[in-house]
């Protein structure tokens, strides 16, 4: 058997909604060794204010769909009114319909609830690699500017028409990957590979789900696109609405 990583440095506060009590100390008695904090709630009005809470240090929200009181959807859209933080979302099948509706919410990943603990570990400090800036031993990366679109990777800041834009931790780091190669093509396989950390079959849609929504925040219309563009077959590019 391969030898679980190293936890990263410090421990990780972790919190977990879900009414399922002897999952949640499974979880818990799980990743408690390997450097996380896990606090768990069982109701989905709960979970969402403990989640908001003005004084909330969370690192990453591990979310169940079916919940008391409110679905994990409701409780992901009020999570996402005031924070980007990595959420993971749990389904009871693995159905592909609470999947593309989480992914258009706004959670992260997701995992159906037949999932593995090493997996789970696996995919949570994925999404934690993704949010993580430690010190830079590298130069910043400069400010990326494609017409009224300003991408600033190390400040992870993008400017539309100078108004900031609330993007999901995955929904920034495709713009970035696009912002970087604009006017080139980037194929649904090397956005899948940057932005998720792992291998991916081809054909996964949540790449698509996740460029639906992020043309909604920029404005953007799929069938007479200003900034991201589809090429059939190819995948997508970045392109400055004032270019022919």
């Known amino acids: 058997m391969t030898a679980v990583p190293a936890p990263p440095a410090g421990r990780i506060r ?6 399922d009590r002897k999952l949640c100390r499974l ?6 060794p390997l450097g996380f904090d896990v606090t768990a709630e069982h109701d989905g009005a709960t979970g969402a204010e403990r989640a908001t809470a003005p004084d909330a240090a969370w690192q990453a929200v591990i979310l169940d769909v079916m919940l008391p009181s409110l679905d994990g959807f409701e409780v992901l859209r009020r999570i996402r009114r005031s924070s980007d933080i990595p959420v993971l979302m749990l389904t009871a099948r693995g159905d592909e319909t609470d ?4 992914l258009e919410v706004g959670s992260d990943d997701y ?3 037949t999932f593995s603990t090493r997996e789970l570990l696996a995919r949570l400090r994925a999404v934690l690699r993704r949010t ?8 910043p990366a400069a400010e990326i500017v494609v017409g009224p679109l300003r ?21 920034f780091d495709l713009l970035a990957s696009l912002a970087k190669a ?3 093509v980037r194929t649904r396989e090397a956005l899948l590979d940057e932005i998720r950390d792992r291998n991916y079959e081809v054909f996964d849609r949540s790449i698509d789900v996740h460029i639906s929504a992020l043309r909604k925040k920029l404005g953007d219309d799929a069938k007479n696109p200003r900034f991201i563009r589809t090429l059939r077959s190819a995948g997508y590019m970045l392109t400055d609405p004032a270019s022919p």
């Not at 979880?27 to 408690?32: A, R, S």
């Not at 993580?132 to 130069?139: F, K």
């Open 111 to 113: 995992l159906p609830k």
């Open 14 to 19: 972790l919190l977990m909604i879900d009414d």
């Open 151 to 171: 991408v600033q990777p190390e400040a992870r800041l993008a400017l539309l028409a100078d108004q900031p834009l609330t993007l999901t931790p995955v929904e």
């Open 182 to 184: 604009r006017g080139r």
């Open 132 to 139: 993580a800036r430690g010190p830079a031993d590298t130069a």
């Open 27 to 32: 979880v818990g008695d799980y990743l408690g």
């Open 99 to 102: 999947r593309i509706v989480g």
